[in-house]
């Protein structure tokens, strides 16, 4: 919500399962890792920026899980 990250719903599913899968690997260590891991997914809103800034946050400054 603090990003603005979701906007129609469409892709937020797979976005999700990639945020959960790639914070479950643990190989995201920058903002490029974040990038790059969850580039296999499509958004219709073009909202690529802001999910990228709010699973970066979640990511980076935790690491794993809350």
Do not use: W
């Not at 969850?38 to 990228?52: D, E, H, P, T």
């Amino acid at each position: 919500m603090q990003h603005d990250a979701f906007q129609c719903g469409y892709c937020t599913p797979g976005q999700l399962c990639s945020a959960i899968g790639l914070m479950g690997e643990g190989r995201a260590r920058t903002r490029e890792d974040v990038r790059e891991l969850m580039s296999g997914n499509l958004c219709r809103c073009g909202a690529y920026v802001q999910i990228l800034d709010a699973v970066s946050e979640v990511v980076l400054a935790n690491g794993k899980l809350a």
